[in-house]
């Protein structure tokens, strides 16, 4: 299925009566409803705020190993509906399967997620679509666990095929071999990618899973703004060091107050004439040294071209190895000195690279 242009999704700020949206939309709330009391307490604390549009609570709980907690299931949506009834918030849970869907519509809840494990499977992704066929309910689609925009954007598209129109996606980050601060990898690039894709696609950032530590929540939290991504969602207990899971990553509703009261909103667009016209100036700076740069790339390409067919002329093999490594060493050395990062200079080498080696084996085949 080809990707559709999304063109005709509903704005955030007519999902839900009674928000009066200002970006961000903030979604709080646990990690897992535990209990009638945890529930309730949570979501007092949080309406007093005045700063929360959407209650969150998650009562079902994907787990890596078995016999860890997996959420209380169906009986949570009934607190869920409780909180909407006393506290006036709307209500929000993620679902991982057709029967999630029919017991949370059920319950009245009024926005759904689906989580990252679910969007990589296409399979599952179908289902939950052809159940939400006729359903008008916000729908939010998480990256998938693997830095994959195609699946992520596949996911959204079968969502968005069964006729949902107040359709978003979540930014949790994705998973990355070994430790780092972060719990997940934020991959800043693939979402505004998506947004690039989708301009009237929301996209929501979840700082607690980029994070997976509390202490780091603030900082995430307002890096998210300064990418202009539509809202937040944070997950917020009322005694998080007694949560039942992900316990560091949750905050307590004043401590979540406290960071969105401290973030910095920056306007996307300014009237002021002279920051334009300066602006503009340095973008023409900036789309000149990109031209420069296409066609310095184009006559490496073109003398690669010629390298390969010196090596088929006297029987050399088109890879050399040693001289590949030789210009990675030097290139990483070359470009800290010029303040470029180990990691930039390896990728953007990588596919230099990769490309050259491409251009020497087609310019051969040609002439066989």
């Not at 939309?25 to 209990?35: D, F, R, W």
């Not at 195609?150 to 359709?167: H, Q, S, V």
């Not at 690669?304 to 093999?317: F, H, R, T, V």
Request: with cysteine; aromatic share 6%.
């Amino acid at each position: 299925m080809a990707a559709n242009e999304l063109n005709d999704l509903i704005p955030m700020s007519e999902w839900l009566p009674g928000i009066t949206l200002e970006r961000p939309l903030i979604i709080g709330g646990p990690c897992s409803a535990e209990s009638a009391e945890q529930v309730m307490q949570t979501a007092k604390e949080i309406k007093a705020l005045n700063k929360v549009d959407i209650f969150r609570a998650g009562v079902w709980k994907p787990r890596t190993f078995p016999n860890n907690f997996e959420g209380v299931g169906s009986i949570g949506l009934s607190w869920l509906r409780e909180v909407k009834q006393k506290t006036g918030l709307p209500v929000a849970t993620e679902v991982g399967s057709v029967q999630h869907v029919y017991e949370a519509i059920k319950y009245g809840v009024d926005l759904i997620w689906i989580g990252a494990r679910t969007t990589a499977n296409p399979f599952a992704m179908q289902e939950i679509a052809d159940a939400l066929k006729g359903v008008n309910i916000p729908v939010l689609v998480k990256n998938p666990l693997s830095p994959d925009l195609e699946l992520w954007d596949g996911g959204i598209n079968r969502i968005y095929a069964a006729g949902i129109r107040k359709l978003g996606a979540i930014h949790r980050g994705f998973s990355s071999w070994g430790k780092t601060e972060l719990r997940n990898t934020p991959h800043w690039q693939i979402p505004i990618e998506l947004k690039r894709l989708h301009p009237n696609l929301p996209i929501i950032g979840d700082p607690s899973h980029i994070c997976g530590n509390r202490t780091m929540i603030e900082e995430i939290a307002q890096r998210a703004m300064d990418f202009s991504l539509d809202g937040l969602m944070i997950e917020s207990h009322c005694n998080p060091d007694a949560a039942w899971s992900d316990a560091k990553q949750q905050v307590t509703p004043l401590r979540l107050g406290e960071i969105l009261g401290n973030l910095k909103m920056k306007a996307e667009t300014t009237d002021n004439p002279q920051f334009n016209r300066t602006l503009e100036e340095l973008r023409l700076q900036i789309d000149s040294f990109d031209d420069q740069l296409l066609s310095i790339l184009e006559n490496r390409m073109k003398i690669a071209e010629k390298i390969g067919m010196y090596k088929k002329e006297n029987n050399i093999s088109i890879l050399q190895s040693t001289r590949w490594s030789d210009i990675i060493i030097k290139m990483i050395n070359k470009g800290a000195n010029k303040g470029l990062s180990d990691k930039f200079i390896s990728e953007i080498f990588q596919s230099i690279h990769e490309e050259s080696i491409n251009h020497q084996i087609n310019i051969t085949k040609k002439k066989e």
